[in-house]
């Protein structure tokens, strides 16, 4: 009887870290975020914004040029930035508190479904504030831009990915970690006879 038993723990434990590994990989806790169609990536606002344009790219040079904002437009891009980076710092703390706290939970030699289940709320609500405030931050960002503005900065965004080759290939079109595989796309390869 007492094997019966071990083995029901087991599989009940086994199937608890299944779903909570489904869940928390949803929730992008140990890897990226699912955007709402299901394409990993970041949240639809900052994916609007170009994925390789991070950090303040209203502060370089060219990039402002590019797209014809103004030194006013750029200082209230900066103060929207300002306003909100220590609430973005606090938030991320509490993301990874609340993460922090799950370690112990999942590590525990009896897991307690309702303790972790309760986490992962804590966790996705966490999660879910973070990017709240993030995208309040960068839909004020994009209402400085005038709309030709934005058209300008979405061409470059895709004038950037072909630098970057967002296709899985180098700027000269190599195959590489993540690239297409031999034969799928680019030039023909020569057949040894």
């Not at 060219?62 to 909100?84: E, H, P, R, W, Y």
Request: with cysteine; proline share 6%; charged share 30%.
């Amino acid at each position: 009887m007492g094997e019966t038993r071990k083995f029901e723990a087991l599989g009940r434990f086994l199937g608890l870290a299944l779903i909570l590994a489904g869940c928390l990989g949803g929730l992008g806790v140990y890897g990226r975020a699912l955007a709402q169609d299901g394409r990993p990536g970041p949240p639809p606002m900052e994916r609007a914004f170009g994925g390789r344009m991070h950090g303040k790219w209203w502060d370089d040079s060219q990039t402002a040029q590019k797209v014809g904002l103004s030194a006013d437009q750029q200082k209230k891009m900066d103060d929207i930035f300002q306003q909100n980076r220590l609430k973005l710092i606090d938030l991320n703390a509490s993301l990874q508190k609340q993460e922090t706290v799950m370690q112990p939970l999942m590590e525990a030699e009896q897991p307690d479904e309702g303790k972790i289940l309760a986490q992962i709320d804590a966790i996705a609500s966490a999660r879910a504030e973070l990017e709240k405030a993030n995208a309040r931050m960068l839909l004020g960002i994009r209402q400085v831009m005038t709309p030709d503005q934005w058209t300008k900065l979405k061409a470059l965004r895709e004038e950037k990915k072909q630098e970057w080759g967002r296709d899985g290939r180098g700027m000269r079109g190599e195959r590489g970690p993540g690239g297409p595989p031999d034969g799928a796309g680019g030039p023909p390869q020569q057949q040894m006879e």
